[in-house]
């Protein structure tokens, strides 16, 4: 559920077996001089491929995707986003770097069979350091350290949009 704070934050709550809650900027509140005003990069009905397997971490993530103006399908396993990805059109997979049956790269390569040159966003709890150091990172992905806030989320997804995109006009 939503509600309005009075320093213009709303809160998205995802009850069930795990609580999460996440601050979203609704209203940009008044910023002191020199503070970083952080403009939400939004959607324009792209859809994103979510892979997460941690069910409290993938409904926010979907909600907070959802609610920038992207259209979200995705699962928790390798079968039920291949499934996804053979469904229809895909804009960018977002997917956790460990998931059951198979690693981010294997289903990145996977769904590439089906989307190629499709861009990707890893995301995990791992420093990028240590992740790009053991699978490296293609081209055409790029990575978000979890956890990550909506305008981190938001900036990250656009920019990973606006690279295929520029890509594919040259």
Sequence with gaps: FFFQAEDGIRDYKVTGVQTCALP?????????AGARDERLELGRGETVLLAEDESAVREATQAMLQGLGYRVVGGTTLADCLGAASAGH???LLSDMVMP??????????VRTIHAGLPVLF???????????RVGFGAGT??????????ELARRVRQ???????VSRT
Excluded at 102 to 110: F, K, T
Excluded at 123 to 132: F, K, L
Excluded at 160 to 166: F, N
């Design 160 to 166: 990973a949009l606006e690279r295929r995109q520029r």
């Design 90 to 92: 895909i804009d960018l």
């Design 24 to 32: 979203i900027w609704v209203d940009q509140p008044s910023f002191e």
């Design 142 to 151: 790029s990575y978000l350290q979890k956890p990550y806030t909506l305008p």
């Design 101 to 110: 049956q198979a690693s981010g790269p294997e289903l990145v390569e996977r």
């Design 123 to 133: 995301v995990s709890g791992y420093p990028d350091d240590v992740i790009g150091s």
